[in-house]
């Protein structure tokens, strides 16, 4: 995903647009149970002006990640906003450079991809979630362990069987 700016330096303040398809790097993703469908793409568009490079645009991707409770897929898409300014040289290392007549979009994508990572999700509010003890998918109908759980609380009673 490389920029060549080189008509951008020419004319400052034009706009110039770029649409890159690309495979986003597992490493971004924050579950190691999540996993990228098809490609992602990133389109947006780029000028050059005073020395800098300014480029706006989104990313979309997709995914499949897991139910923090159960573990199901889920089917998850998002597009996330970028913009940034790119410097020729910068001592700052938070910034972002481009090289000569070159700029690298690699790097910044990941880096948005990662910041915008959800923390988690569940398939359903309603989702009961995996049994603790035997595994059983509880959505799935309950299990017996939680009826002992059930039986062995000595509230059971005073709290109308609820606990
Ligand atoms: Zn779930
Ligand atoms: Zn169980």
Same mark, same amino acid.
């Given at each position: 995903?490389?920029?060549?700016?080189?008509? &951008?330096?020419? +004319? #400052?303040?034009?706009? +110039?647009?770029?649409?890159?398809?690309?495979? #986003?790097?597992?490493?971004?993703?924050n579950n #190691?149970? &999540? !996993? =990228? $469908?098809?490609?992602?793409?990133?389109?947006?568009?780029?000028?050059?002006?005073?020395? !800098?490079? +300014? $480029?706006?645009? *989104?990313?979309?991707?997709?995914?499949?990640?897991?139910?923090d409770?159960?573990?199901?897929?889920?089917?998850?898409?998002?597009?996330?906003?970028? /913009? /940034? $300014?790119?410097?020729? =040289? @910068?001592?700052? %290392?938070? *910034?972002?450079?481009?090289?000569?007549?070159?700029? *690298?979009?690699?790097?910044? &994508?990941?880096?948005?991809?990662?910041?915008?990572m959800p923390l988690g999700m569940?398939?359903? !509010?309603?989702?009961?979630?995996?049994? #603790?003890?035997?595994? %059983?998918?509880?959505?799935?109908? @309950?299990?017996?362990?939680?009826?002992? /759980?059930?039986?062995?609380?000595?509230?059971?009673?005073?709290?109308?069987?609820?606990?």
């Amino acid at each position: 995903m490389v920029l060549d700016i080189t008509e &951008a330096k020419k +004319y #400052p303040s034009r706009s +110039y647009s770029f649409d890159f398809k690309f495979t #986003p790097q597992e490493m971004v993703l924050n579950n #190691p149970l &999540a !996993k =990228f $469908v098809g490609n992602a793409r990133f389109k947006g568009s780029y000028i050059f002006s005073g020395g !800098k490079v +300014y $480029v706006k645009g *989104d990313i979309t991707y997709s995914m499949k990640y897991p139910c923090d409770r159960c573990l199901k897929k889920i089917n998850y898409k998002d597009t996330i906003p970028f /913009e /940034e $300014v790119f410097y020729e =040289f @910068s001592d700052d %290392k938070s *910034d972002y450079t481009y090289n000569g007549n070159l700029l *690298d979009l690699a790097k910044p &994508a990941d880096d948005y991809l990662i910041l915008n990572m959800p923390l988690g999700m569940v398939c359903d !509010k309603q989702c009961k979630g995996i049994c #603790p003890q035997c595994g %059983k998918n509880l959505n799935q109908g @309950s299990c017996d362990c939680q009826e002992q /759980e059930i039986s062995r609380n000595p509230f059971s009673k005073l709290l109308g069987g609820k606990f």
